[in-house]
């Protein structure tokens, strides 16, 4: 590596920081905000427990899931909306304000990479809570599973959850890079919500009825929101014991993802016009 090469990752490291630096400076500026957004969260992660603990008290367990299994569903697609939350959705929401205001010019110009600094310029560090409390769920979800992760699990869980944060990630940047030709594209940006309602639910919840088994074969092959989410899970769950073709299919479709939503954008950029044109 050359010496500009570590100069040049040295600068976004540096770059990166700051923006971490603002984040935390705008949250300690509003701190009744901070507490607000930490009880309802709270409120909100304590209503989903009850209400699957409270079915589970019914039934041993839904499909292949029992309790202790499921928890660990429910605590890795919660790392991963909030990491996504916390630092993307902010910046893809606001792209969008971007090119109506014009501040996109100044992005443009400025010396760095415009997909990195519309990716992390803006952060919502009340997330971090979120973290918190899925990564509790996930420890107690372990310990009622009573069987350990190995040592493989600790090296690919990590890497699974980073692959659905950049598959997240990707599909956020690239319903956001439609604002160059839609100028406002709130209804795309719902529709990621939408879709990201079935990866609340295990993949192989949807079986058993037609429209069930469509449904899980687009997102989990053609939009594959249930494959990102449910693997990872199944991993650190100890329902996948080694590596297969599921973590590899999961790694693939993260990076293929990467390098479509990469395109998307960079062409979008060449199809838009200056607000001073």
């Excluded at 443009?108 to 310029?121: A, C, G, R, W, Y």
């Excluded at 692959?163 to 690239?174: D, E, G, I, T």
């Excluded at 604002?179 to 529709?191: A, E, K, T, V, Y």
């Excluded at 590899?248 to 993802?257: E, K, N, Y």
């Amino acid at each position: 590596m050359t010496t500009e090469n570590r100069q040049l990752q040295a600068n976004y490291l540096r770059v990166l920081m700051v923006f971490v630096r603002n984040a935390l400076v705008r949250e300690l500026s509003f701190r009744s905000n901070f507490m607000i957004t930490l009880f309802s969260r709270l409120f909100w992660f304590a209503a989903q427990i009850v209400m699957f603990d409270l079915i589970f008290r019914v039934v041993p367990q839904i499909n292949e899931w029992t309790r202790a299994e499921y928890f660990g569903f429910m605590a890795t697609g919660m790392l991963i909306n909030a990491i996504v939350e916390a630092i993307f959705m902010p910046n893809c929401a606001n792209f969008s304000e971007m090119i109506r205001t014009g501040s996109l010019d100044f992005a443009l110009l400025k010396p760095i990479d415009t997909q990195f600094l519309v990716s992390f310029e803006k952060m919502d560090l009340s997330m971090a809570n979120q973290i918190v409390f899925a990564s509790g769920l996930l420890g107690y979800a372990i310990y009622q599973n009573g069987v350990w992760p190995s040592g493989w699990v600790l090296v690919i869980y990590p890497l699974l959850l980073l692959s659905a944060v950049a598959f997240f990630y990707s599909l956020m940047l690239a319903l956001a890079a439609s604002s160059i030709w839609l100028g406002r594209n709130q209804g795309l940006l719902d529709f990621w919500f939408y879709v990201t309602v079935f990866a609340r639910y295990p993949a192989s919840i949807y079986s058993g009825s037609p429209i069930g088994e469509l449904i899980r074969f687009t997102f989990q092959f053609v939009i594959p929101i249930l494959l990102v989410v449910t693997v990872p899970a199944q991993v650190v769950m100890s329902m996948i014991t080694a590596p297969s073709l599921w973590t590899l299919l999961t790694l693939v479709a993260a990076g293929f993802s990467l390098l479509c939503s990469r395109w998307i954008f960079q062409f979008a950029l060449t199809q838009y016009r200056s607000a001073s044109s």
